[in-house]
């Protein structure tokens, strides 16, 4: 079992960045890929970022390549997810999660955190 606390999220200005924090529990960290999903009201959680267990391969949609990278600390249990440039479209509820395989399917990840707010304003 894997418990995850997101952290970093709030409230920034157009163009600027906000960096994501996942902390997680247990001792099989190293074991798990892990993703950053988010969910716009309404809307289906849609992957942002993943990365392989051993962080080697990373995969980012078209919609934040180039904006938004994935990293993790496998000796401090933590992901990360670094946003540059946001956009008012970016405002989200984001979540990290946990799972075995580099897919972007919620219903292939077993732990999710709680979510944290990102609000871009204009």
């Known amino acids: 079992q894997v418990q995850l606390v997101e952290s970093g999220g709030g409230l920034v200005q157009a163009g600027g960045s906000l960096r994501l924090s996942c902390a997680a529990s247990?001792?099989?960290?190293?074991?798990?890929?892990m993703a950053w999903f988010r969910q716009f009201p309404g809307k289906e959680r849609e992957s942002v970022a993943i990365?392989?267990?051993?962080?080697?391969?990373?995969y980012t949609p078209d919609s934040v390549k180039g904006r938004f990278t994935i990293s993790r600390d496998n000796a401090k249990n933590t992901v990360s997810l670094e946003m540059n440039s946001l956009k008012p479209e970016d405002t989200a509820v984001y979540y990290c999660?946990?799972?075995?395989?580099?897919?972007?399917?919620?219903?292939?990840?077993?732990?999710w955190g709680q979510g944290t707010q990102v609000t871009v304003s204009s």
């Open positions: 990365i392989s267990a051993n962080g080697g391969s990373t």
């Open positions: 999660a946990a799972g075995k395989y580099m897919v972007s399917l919620t219903s292939w990840y077993d732990h």
């Open positions: 247990g001792s099989t960290f190293s074991s798990y890929v």
